[in-house]
Each structure stands twice: as structure tokens, then as C-alpha cells.
């Protein structure tokens, strides 16, 4: 078995009885991205040099016995991510050149814990896309098929593990960015509570929906990488500050007193018979494991997609405000004063969906429209969340598909935004509701594409849909499949 087939739990017993290096382990990664990344197209950067130089050290703390679940254990980055001396592009032509003088939250917390970072990697363009299609360093492959997309925004993020290109990588989700993509290659992505990870040093989409969470092949590899990243943080003010529960010691057991809820919402005509099948396959399996299945509604679910457009493109056009060729990023000036650089500069800057999004927020924020648009938009998404908070009264997980299809061919959905849009229509409700959810594989279509199953939780309820994921992987296969790459 090669080093970059071992999970980060089977790495790190290897790398504590001295079985093999971190240097070796990280030499084998930045092999497998040379060899496969020109068809996959998952790094935007790699870091090769400074990764071994956080080998080399993670090897002397291992050596001292200081080592910890992830010193040694080579990850990547989404290119969201603020790093320092490490170029940060968020896949735009406008932060193409954007070299950090400071790491953020999540940079700084995997760097403390020993983990090697490879490098940053591709997204959709400022993390708004589900297909990784709009990004400036062009789209990412699906390592099931190279054919198809690989789910985004976090697409780079879902491939590269997929690709075993990263042991394991951080992603992020607004909208169902880490999980959409994480279904479509077939790895387990967790979004998080909202608050319970720092969004410190993440470039802002939409600040009251964006969240940090990782992807890795398995849940054991899910709840030590969120363990890593998770807990209170002075510089976000948005972070919570409650204690951060082993996640680890969480995983275990069968599902007995396990009230798992499907929303009838979700179960809907236009789910692809491929995904309704493995779902329905998945409920199978968890009702053989002692889960009592119930059912329960969610009745604003029609109004999410709506409601989300709203909401987050108008944060997006307050957040992407600041780009404007002055103080960094991008600057086109031909001297003709400041208004012609701003606007230049930013046409220049965005692509065409960042650029649709900006206006249909700014539409939405401007005088005579926000009373019609925004603040309507928000009293919706109340009522979305009162929806889950009743749902949790009758069940402790909720249990979905992720996507309605598996991954789309590339280019399939580019001309028509709305079709594009819908992708997410099963991610978007967990996210207006702040709760957290998980992706992990439960099939795969006839032609070898992964499904993806959804558990969502009640807030900060991750010890729940992570016990409940780590039962139904135990006893399926479906996530010891390997790309085809």
C-alpha cells in the first residue's frame, strides 16, 4: 500500500512507531500532485519547499515523543484561506499576486499541531459556484470522471482527496461548498455549526453563512481534523465560545435510541433514481443498525434557494467591496482618475458569476428594494430555522440526500445560473439555519459515480452526526473505493 492510500489515522500510528518519516510521507504526496494534478487540476499552489521544511520539524517532535493526531500528516488548503508567505488567490484574477503577511485561524492551528500543509487549492471564484467551473486558474476534474465536475466551491478540496493528493483538506461551506463536492468525489465533508470554527483569515463571501470544515476519507479522519480546527477564537467575533467536545471518543457502537428523521420535503419528484436508490439504501442500513425512523417536514424548505440568493449575495457585494485596486489586489489605471480605476480594476479583477452576484446583491441592498428583497429574505430565513429547531424535536439527526444528481458533465449547467443554482437545494436550508451537517458516500451509479448522504444536526450537535456517519461507514464499503485516476 502506498503512503498516500493511508488515512490520517493509519499515518499517524506509522509515523509514531517510526515506521516511516514525515519527510517520506510528504515527498510521496508532492509525487502523486506531480503525477496526476495536470489532469485533475485541484492546486492553484504547492508549497513543496516549505512543506518539507514542516516535515523535517514535525520529524524532530515526533522523534522528542511531542507528536500529536496530525504532526507529520501532510494537508492542503483550500485557496480561501489566508496563509503566511504563501500565495492566497481565492481563485481570482484580482488576488492572483496576494502573498498574506499573517496566517489565519485555521492555517495557524493545523501549523501548531504538527500537520504539513502541500499547498492551497482550487475553488470556484471567491467560493461562489457548485461546479469549480468559475475559477480564474481554470475548472477542476472529477477523479471519478474526468469528464464530470467535481461539486464545488470547495471542489479542489473534495478532488485532491479523492485523487490522494492530500491525506485529508480543508474546505468551506456557505452554501453546501464543502458537502456538495464531497459527495460528487466520494469523501466524507463536514460543515460545522455555525461558530464553532474561526472564520478568522477566511476571505469573506457572505460572513453569516461562510464556514470552515474538512474532508477526508473517512469520519475517524473527519472528527480529528475538526478537533484540530474547532473551538473559540477572540479575533471572530462571530466564534462561540463553548467547549469543544472529543469528537474522537464520540465514534463507536450501533445506532440503538437513534431517532433519525427524513424530511418529506426532501424526498421529492426530479431526485435522480441512482441517488433515491442509494439514499433509500442508506435508511436500510441505518434502520438495521437500531435507528428508529421517523418522519418530519420542514415546510420552508421551497423557499430556501430564494431566500439564500438574497442573503448571500447581498453580504457578498458589501464583503467584495473592498477590492477595489487601491490598497492590494489587482490595479488597472490608465490615469484617468479614481472612479475609472475602481471600475476597471474590478472588471478586470471578477469573473462573470462573481460579477452577477455582486449586482444582484447590491440590487437587493439599494434603496427602495432592501424592505422587498433583503429583509424579507431574512424573516424567511428565520422561519427555515424554526423549521430545524422543530425537526430536532422529533429527531436527533436528520438524514437526506446531499445533491439531487450525482456529478454533471462540465460545461452542462455553465449557461443557465439557475439550474446551476439548484444543485444545492438540499445543502442551502443548513446553512440559512446555522445547524451542521455531513456528506459521505452511500453508492454509486452504474457508471461509477459516488452519492453522497447528508446527516444534519441540531447546533453544535457534530458529536451526533458524526457517531451516526462513523456506525453506517462501519458497516458499508462504499467509502474503501478508490478513484479510478
Given at each position: 500500500?502506498?503512503?498516500?492510500?493511508?488515512?490520517?489515522?493509519?499515518?499517524?500510528?506509522?509515523?509514531?512507531?517510526?515506521?516511516?518519516?514525515?519527510?517520506?510521507?510528504?515527498?510521496?504526496?508532492?509525487?502523486?500532485?506531480?503525477?496526476?494534478?495536470?489532469?485533475i487540476?485541484?492546486?492553484?499552489?504547492?508549497?513543496?519547499?516549505?512543506?518539507?521544511?514542516q516535515?523535517?520539524?514535525?520529524?524532530?517532535?515526533?522523534?522528542?515523543?511531542?507528536?500529536?493526531?496530525?504532526?507529520?500528516?501532510?494537508l492542503?488548503?483550500?485557496?480561501?484561506?489566508?496563509?503566511?508567505?504563501v500565495?492566497?488567490?481565492?481563485?481570482?484574477?484580482?488576488?492572483?499576486?496576494?502573498?498574506?503577511?499573517?496566517?489565519?485561524?485555521?492555517?495557524?492551528?493545523?501549523?501548531?499541531?504538527?500537520?504539513?500543509?502541500?499547498?492551497?487549492?482550487?475553488?470556484?471564484?471567491?467560493?461562489?459556484?457548485?461546479?469549480?467551473?468559475?475559477?480564474?486558474?481554470?475548472?477542476?476534474k472529477?477523479?471519478?470522471n474526468?469528464?464530470?465536475?467535481?461539486?464545488?466551491?470547495?471542489?479542489?478540496?473534495?478532488?485532491?482527496?479523492?485523487?490522494?493528493?492530500?491525506?485529508?483538506?480543508?474546505?468551506?461551506?456557505?452554501?453546501?461548498?464543502?458537502?456538495?463536492?464531497?459527495?460528487?468525489?466520494?469523501?466524507?465533508?463536514?460543515?460545522p455549526?455555525?461558530?464553532?470554527?474561526?472564520?478568522?483569515?477566511?476571505?469573506?463571501?457572505?460572513?453569516?453563512?461562510?464556514?470552515?470544515?474538512?474532508?477526508?476519507?473517512?469520519?475517524?479522519?473527519?472528527?480529528?481534523?475538526?478537533?484540530?480546527?474547532?473551538?473559540?477564537?477572540?479575533?471572530?467575533s462571530?466564534?462561540?465560545?463553548?467547549?469543544?467536545?472529543?469528537?474522537?471518543?464520540?465514534?463507536?457502537?450501533?445506532?440503538?435510541?437513534?431517532r433519525?428523521?427524513?424530511?418529506?420535503?426532501?424526498?421529492?419528484?426530479?431526485?435522480?433514481?441512482?441517488?433515491?436508490?442509494?439514499?433509500?439504501?442508506?435508511?436500510?442500513?441505518?434502520?438495521?443498525?437500531?435507528?428508529?425512523?421517523?418522519?418530519v417536514?420542514?415546510?420552508?424548505?421551497?423557499?430556501?434557494?430564494?431566500?439564500?440568493?438574497?442573503?448571500?449575495?447581498?453580504?457578498?457585494?458589501?464583503?467584495?467591496?473592498?477590492?477595489?485596486?487601491?490598497?492590494?489586489?489587482?490595479?488597472?489605471?490608465?490615469?484617468?482618475?479614481?472612479?475609472?480605476?475602481?471600475?476597471?480594476?474590478?472588471?478586470?479583477?471578477?469573473?462573470?458569476?462573481v460579477?452577477?452576484?455582486?449586482?444582484?446583491?447590491?440590487?437587493?441592498?439599494?434603496?427602495?428594494?432592501?424592505?422587498?428583497?433583503?429583509?424579507?429574505?431574512?424573516?424567511?430565513?428565520?422561519?427555515?430555522?424554526?423549521?430545524?429547531?422543530?425537526?430536532?424535536?422529533?429527531?436527533?439527526?436528520?438524514?437526506?440526500?446531499?445533491?439531487?444528481?450525482?456529478?454533471?458533465?462540465?460545461?452542462?449547467?455553465?449557461?443557465?445560473?439557475?439550474?446551476?443554482?439548484?444543485?444545492?437545494?438540499?445543502?442551502?436550508?443548513?446553512?440559512?439555519?446555522?445547524?451542521?451537517?455531513?456528506?459521505?458516500?452511500?453508492?454509486?451509479?452504474?457508471?461509477?459515480?459516488?452519492?453522497?448522504?447528508?446527516?444534519?444536526?441540531?447546533?453544535?450537535?457534530?458529536?451526533?452526526?458524526?457517531?451516526?456517519?462513523?456506525?453506517?461507514?462501519?458497516?458499508?464499503?462504499?467509502?474503501?473505493?478508490?478513484?479510478?485516476?
Amino acid at each position: 500500500m502506498s503512503l498516500t492510500d493511508l488515512t490520517i489515522h493509519e499515518l499517524h500510528e506509522r509515523l509514531v512507531r517510526r515506521e516511516v518519516s514525515s519527510v517520506e510521507a510528504t515527498r510521496a504526496y508532492l509525487e502523486r500532485i506531480a503525477a496526476v494534478d495536470e489532469r485533475i487540476n485541484a492546486f492553484i499552489t504547492v508549497d513543496a519547499e516549505g512543506a518539507l521544511r514542516q516535515a523535517e520539524a514535525a520529524d524532530r517532535r515526533l522523534a522528542a515523543g511531542k507528536g500529536g493526531a496530525l504532526t507529520g500528516i501532510p494537508l492542503a488548503l483550500k485557496d480561501i484561506f489566508v496563509t503566511e508567505g504563501v500565495r492566497t488567490t481565492c481563485a481570482s484574477k484580482i488576488l492572483q499576486n496576494f502573498i498574506p503577511p499573517y496566517d489565519g485561524a485555521a492555517a495557524a492551528r493545523l501549523k501548531e499541531a504538527g500537520a504539513v500543509l502541500l499547498g492551497k487549492l482550487n475553488m470556484d471564484e471567491f467560493a461562489m459556484g457548485s461546479s469549480n467551473e468559475n475559477s480564474a486558474f481554470g475548472a477542476v476534474k472529477n477523479p471519478w470522471n474526468l469528464q464530470c465536475v467535481p461539486g464545488g466551491s470547495s471542489g479542489g478540496s473534495a478532488a485532491a482527496v479523492a485523487a490522494r493528493q492530500a491525506a485529508a483538506t480543508l474546505g468551506t461551506d456557505t452554501g453546501g461548498s464543502i458537502r456538495q463536492p464531497a459527495a460528487h468525489c466520494g469523501v466524507v465533508g463536514l460543515k460545522p455549526t455555525y461558530g464553532r470554527v474561526s472564520r478568522y483569515g477566511v476571505i469573506a463571501y457572505a460572513s453569516s453563512l461562510d464556514q470552515v470544515g474538512p474532508m477526508t476519507r473517512d469520519v475517524e479522519d473527519c472528527a480529528l481534523l475538526l478537533q484540530a480546527v474547532a473551538g473559540h477564537d477572540p479575533a471572530d467575533s462571530t466564534s462561540v465560545d463553548t467547549p469543544v467536545p472529543d469528537y474522537r471518543a464520540a465514534l463507536g457502537g450501533d445506532l440503538k435510541g437513534v431517532r433519525v428523521g427524513l424530511p418529506r420535503e426532501y424526498f421529492i419528484e426530479g431526485l435522480d433514481s441512482d441517488v433515491k436508490e442509494a439514499v433509500m439504501g442508506a435508511i436500510t442500513v441505518c434502520r438495521e443498525l437500531g435507528a428508529e425512523i421517523v418522519e418530519v417536514s420542514l415546510p420552508h424548505t421551497e423557499y430556501a434557494v430564494a431566500c439564500y440568493y438574497l442573503v448571500a449575495t447581498a453580504e457578498a457585494s458589501s464583503n467584495l467591496a473592498r477590492y477595489d485596486g487601491v490598497r492590494y489586489g489587482l490595479r488597472v489605471d490608465e490615469g484617468k482618475g479614481l472612479l475609472d480605476m475602481y471600475m476597471k480594476s474590478r472588471a478586470a479583477g471578477f469573473g462573470a458569476e462573481v460579477k452577477r452576484r455582486i449586482m444582484l446583491g447590491t440590487y437587493a441592498l439599494s434603496s427602495g428594494y432592501y424592505d422587498a428583497y433583503y429583509l424579507k429574505a431574512q424573516k424567511v430565513r428565520t422561519l427555515i430555522r424554526r423549521d430545524f429547531l422543530e425537526a430536532f424535536e422529533k429527531a436527533d439527526v436528520l438524514l437526506t440526500p446531499v445533491a439531487p444528481t450525482t456529478a454533471f458533465g462540465l460545461g452542462e449547467k455553465t449557461a443557465d445560473p439557475l439550474q446551476m443554482y439548484l444543485s444545492d437545494i438540499f445543502t442551502i436550508p443548513v446553512n440559512l439555519a446555522g445547524s451542521c451537517a455531513l456528506s459521505l458516500p452511500c453508492g454509486f451509479t452504474p457508471s461509477g459515480l459516488p452519492v453522497g448522504l447528508q446527516l444534519v444536526g441540531r447546533p453544535f450537535g457534530e458529536e451526533t452526526i458524526l457517531r451516526t456517519a462513523h456506525a453506517y461507514e462501519q458497516a458499508t464499503d462504499w467509502h474503501r473505493r478508490v478513484a479510478p485516476i
